[in-house]
């Protein structure tokens, strides 16, 4: 019985990352995302910490991030603000959001690159919501003066950044599209200072993906002769000379004939 419509889109839009996350825990089980399981364990604690009477300022102090705050100490509060569960939402939506979004980013590209991309988008909230109350509520991209006062936790920012690099790396255009659309819905119906951080968190991500495409299409140019010329020369020797470093006699596929070059 052929597959439906449905179920070819599926497959083809996660097919292979379903694959790849599946197989990774199979084999590794929870030492496939060590960093995962320690965000969500510094989360759960931040959350349980802050809720009594002698730690909530402790975590305000380590993990508070106002844009009307200095900017050295809102640089330095930031990397722990990413998992400091905001006050009025519930908790377990940050965990969750963590252990799906966090976990499969970590198999499909590493626990440090997990997360420098989760600083990344976090840091872009945080810049913008300063530049925004620097520009006031008569710029198209400005922030009342009221935002300079509103505490800036949660993982949410570093969440939408990582689904955007992970959906780009993978293939899955549609959801990444989709996670684009649902933020600027997001915007357009709260227009609240969260929802226009995680368009500036999807903006500092795209940048970043922008920069690496260009690097990678500046190495491989640079990987490639612009002409034979070129090429025999890389080679070591003049275009039309007899090899040198081969047997006499040697067999056809001994001497590599036909063998595709090699890339870096």
């Given at each position: 019985m052929p597959a439906s419509p449905l179920r070819r889109f599926a497959r083809r839009e996660w097919g292979g990352l379903a694959a790849r996350v599946r197989g990774a825990l199979v084999t590794r089980r929870w030492r496939a995302i060590p960093l995962t399981l320690a965000a969500v364990a510094?989360?759960?604690?931040?959350?349980?910490?802050?809720?009594?009477?002698?730690?909530?300022?402790?975590?305000?102090?380590?993990?508070?991030?106002?844009?009307?705050?200095?900017?050295?100490?809102?640089?330095?509060?930031?990397?722990?603000?990413?998992?400091?569960?905001?006050?009025?939402?519930?908790?377990?939506?940050?965990?969750?959001?963590?252990?799906?979004?966090?976990?499969?980013?970590?198999?499909?590209?590493?626990?440090?690159?997990?997360?420098?991309?989760?600083?990344?988008a976090t840091l872009s909230g945080t810049m913008y919501a300063r530049l925004g109350v620097a520009l006031g509520p008569g710029s198209p991209i400005g922030l009342p003066e009221a935002d300079k006062h509103v505490m800036d936790t949660g993982p949410s920012a570093a969440v939408v950044g990582l689904a955007l690099y992970v959906c780009r790396r993978v293939g899955a255009y549609w959801t990444g599209g989709a996670v684009v659309v649902a933020m600027v819905v997001e915007v357009i119906v709260k227009t609240n200072l969260a929802g226009k951080e995680h368009i500036a968190a999807l903006l500092g991500v795209a940048v970043l993906m922008l920069?690496?495409?260009?690097?990678?299409?500046?190495?491989?140019?640079?990987?490639?002769?612009?002409?034979?010329?070129?090429?025999?020369?890389?080679?070591?020797?003049?275009?039309?000379?007899?090899?040198?470093?081969?047997?006499?006699?040697?067999?056809?596929?001994?001497?590599?004939?036909?063998?595709?070059?090699?890339?870096s």
């Open positions: 510094l989360c759960a604690t931040f959350q349980a910490v802050q809720n009594q009477s002698w730690g909530y300022q402790f975590v305000q102090d380590i993990g508070s991030v106002r844009s009307g705050d200095p900017l050295l100490l809102s640089l330095v509060r930031t990397p722990l603000s990413l998992f400091v569960p905001a006050l009025d939402l519930p908790v377990w939506g940050a965990l969750a959001q963590i252990l799906l979004v966090f976990g499969i980013a970590e198999i499909c590209l590493g626990r440090w690159k997990t997360l420098f991309l989760a600083y990344v920069i690496e495409a260009a690097v990678r299409r500046r190495r491989k140019h640079r990987g490639q002769p612009r002409d034979r010329g070129e090429g025999a020369a890389h080679d070591g020797r003049a275009e039309g000379a007899p090899p040198h470093d081969r047997a006499e006699g040697a067999a056809p596929h001994d001497r590599g004939e036909g063998a595709p070059p090699i890339q």
